[in-house]
């Protein structure tokens, strides 16, 4: 997601879309790489040890064909809508969004399994997103083979759920993708930057998204990314700890891929509200 803030807001409107079509193109899972991470140094052994502290829920296997019968299952049975995202720069509080209940339940299940904790943050873009859940290391491998090969079904509700600053969303592949399913694993938080009113309308009109004044007004003084509003799902936010994302994203990454030069390792936990 290789994207700059658009600084000008007289720009036309031709030169805009042709950018956010750049932008929404690129907005898409990379292929994490193993041989930047810190924690190559400990063992498969050790970082599964590590991972299994607390006991992991048992879910069949997920395919694409009973993934919404199973997350449905699992949602009712599994309320919870708080997790805490711990790194060394600091914690983060989400909520996560009952009117998206196919990705909450995924989520959820995922920090229940503890999928997420020994993953990094693999990709930070300053003024963009931050972006983890994924890592090519043997025991992240083996945990994904376990729990299945499926995509989520998109829950789109931009006049309500948008990508502001600290907002939690899915990214997807575009190939062969109409119906915008998200990646099973993979999340991103957005940091994002203020944009001019012009410039969110202007979006809005082109993803044909209607945003409401008080919508419009957040994107003018918090920030956030409404170029992806309709494209992506939205299915949390940041609650505490909005302050961690800018530490995440100031730090230094690999001009390449924007990987980070010292890993950001995730922890996960789900607690009670």
């Known amino acids: 997601m290789n994207i700059k803030y658009l600084k000008n807001h ?35 052994s050790e970082l599964e040890a590590k991972t299994k502290k607390k006991k992991e829920v048992q879910l069949p296997f997920i395919t694409q064909d009973n993934v919404e019968k199973v997350l449905t299952k699992f949602g009712k049975e599994n309320p919870e809508t708080i997790v805490i995202i711990k790194t060394k720069l600091g914690n983060m509080k989400i909520r996560l969004y009952e009117e998206t209940p196919l990705h909450r339940a995924n989520f959820i299940q995922l920090v229940k399994r503890n999928f997420y904790n020994g993953t990094v943050f693999h990709r930070v873009v300053k003024d963009m997103i931050i972006q983890g859940g994924n890592l090519d290391k043997p025991i992240i491998k083996r945990k994904k083979k376990a729990i299945g090969k499926y995509m989520i ?78 494209l992506y799902t939205v299915f949390g936010e940041v609650i505490e700890g909005l302050d961690v994302i800018d530490k995440i994203a100031d730090v230094r990454v690999d001009d390449s891929d924007d990987w980070p030069l010292e890993d950001i390792i995730i922890e996960m936990e789900v607690v009670e509200e």
């Open 10 to 44: 007289s720009i036309n409107l031709y030169f805009l879309f042709g950018i956010c079509l750049f932008l929404v193109g690129s907005c898409q899972s990379p292929e994490p790489k193993s041989n930047k991470l810190a924690t190559e140094t400990e063992s498969s």
């Open 153 to 230: 079904p998109a829950e789109l509700f931009p006049q309500q759920y948008y990508h502001k600053k600290g907002a939690i969303a899915s990214p997807h592949h575009d190939e062969n993708n109409p119906n915008k399913r998200s990646t099973s694993f993979e999340f991103y938080i957005v940091q994002g930057t203020p944009q001019q009113p012009s410039i969110t309308q202007a979006l809005g009109n082109q993803n044909k998204v209607q945003y409401l004044p008080a919508q419009v007004q957040t994107y003018a003084t918090a920030g956030g990314l409404p170029h992806l509003d309709g």
